[in-house]
């Protein structure tokens, strides 16, 4: 099984800055990795699918890089309603989430 | 824009049948680019996959709980449909029902638009 782990669990940043947030699986999952943002009370949003390639609608504040092992998603200038849990996803053996991390003020 | 609703119990006791059912709006369930499927979501935790079905094809579950879950899919009524046996409060959780995108020829296909949710207890 695929264990993905991101880190830091909790990151605290202003409106207005960059929050970069990481994600590693524990094998390699090439590109096949997407990204998630949860809102409270709602349900998970597509953000990222292929490590970058952003959904159509997603502002362009957000960025997926990475391959392999190593991903990232970065969000800058960050907004009132940036702040949520994000996910990762590797579909690349099985599926496997990360546990997420909360971005908050 | 594609639509799914979640609906069924919100109470369910211990070893009963948990059966939910995803109403689709906006596709077909028998459009071959995409498979249907359900995760969950322990109150206060993260995200698990279910399983995902493609119309034609044959089931793909989450380890953990095939041998307990079905999905099925029934195309008059466009909607999908989840049973899990002998539920345990383990099981208790917000149940989403997935499109999962299958359009990029990745070796599985991806969770793409979630339903709102529903929240299920299992408790006597």
């Known amino acids: 099984e695929v264990v993905m782990t991101q880190s830091p669990a909790t990151l605290s940043v202003s409106p207005g800055e960059t929050a970069t947030l990481s994600c590693r699986a524990s094998q390699t999952v090439y590109s096949h990795l997407a990204w998630y943002q949860q809102r409270p009370g709602q349900s998970p949003r597509l953000l990222v699918y292929?490590?970058?390639t952003r959904v159509s609608g997603v502002p362009d504040r957000f960025s997926g890089s990475g391959s392999g092992t190593e991903f990232t998603l970065t969000i800058s200038s960050l907004q009132s309603d940036d702040f949520a849990v994000y996910y990762c996803l590797q579909y690349s053996d099985g599926y496997n989430f990360g546990q997420g991390t909360k971005l908050e003020i | 824009q594609v639509q799914l609703h979640e609906s069924g119990p919100r109470l369910q006791k211990p070893s009963e049948t948990l059966t939910l059912t995803c109403n689709v709006s906006g596709d077909s369930i028998t459009n071959s680019g995409y498979y249907w499927g359900w995760a969950r979501q322990p109150p206060g935790k993260g995200l698990d996959w279910v399983g995902i079905?493609?119309?034609?094809?044959?089931?793909y579950y989450n380890p953990s709980l095939e041998s307990r879950v079905t999905i099925s899919l029934d195309t008059p009524k466009n909607q999908f449909s989840l049973t899990l046996t002998s539920v345990t409060g383990a099981d208790t959780a917000v149940y989403y029902c997935v499109r999962v995108d299958d359009t990029h020829g990745y070796p599985l296909p991806f969770f793409e638009s979630w339903g709102q949710g529903i929240f299920v207890t299992v408790s006597s």
């Open positions: 079905m493609y119309y034609g094809g044959s089931p």
């Open positions: 292929n490590a970058f």
